[in-house]
């Protein structure tokens, strides 16, 4: 079952999203006020982020957070999977599938391009971005951290 973060969820966001941040996944962790900040604009509006959460047998097994932006260059809205986080010992049992399809079905109507990042090492997440049609975008990104 996959369903929308509620204000009762912010002890199983913050959660998720400490271990999502201390994985393999990323390349560093994030402070605790940038998820906190989070947080408060997914309570505030669906404008520029949504949380989803998905449950195996009855049990929080991971969640999926959504950030929006528009794209000239796509002609549109873009989503982006800004991260995606299944708990280990749910890993390998259809989840991030399920949530790929709940992307498309929920998601993709209302967007021109769904976007996502991963580490180039995380061989497993690419071969599943890619069987799911995702492809390299030959762009670099670069950053300048404001604060």
Request: charged share 30%.
């Amino acid at each position: 079952m996959i369903r929308k973060a509620t204000p009762q969820d912010k002890e199983l966001y913050m959660k998720f999203t400490d271990a999502f941040y201390h994985s393999e996944a990323v390349l560093h962790p994030v402070p605790d006020s940038h998820r906190e900040a989070t947080w408060a604009e997914l309570m505030r509006s669906n404008d520029y982020a949504e949380c989803f959460f998905i449950d195996k047998d009855g049990v929080d097994a991971g969640f999926l957070l959504m950030a929006y932006t528009f794209s000239q260059e796509s002609g549109g809205k873009v989503a982006w999977v800004e991260e995606l986080f299944i708990n280990p010992e749910f890993r390998g049992q259809g989840l991030g599938t399920e949530f790929f399809k709940f992307i498309k079905e929920e998601i993709e109507p209302t967007c021109s391009r769904i976007r996502l990042e991963v580490e180039e090492d995380n061989v497993r997440a690419k071969k599943l971005y890619e069987s799911l049609g995702f492809k390299i975008l030959p762009y670099q990104q670069m950053v300048k951290e404001l604060y």
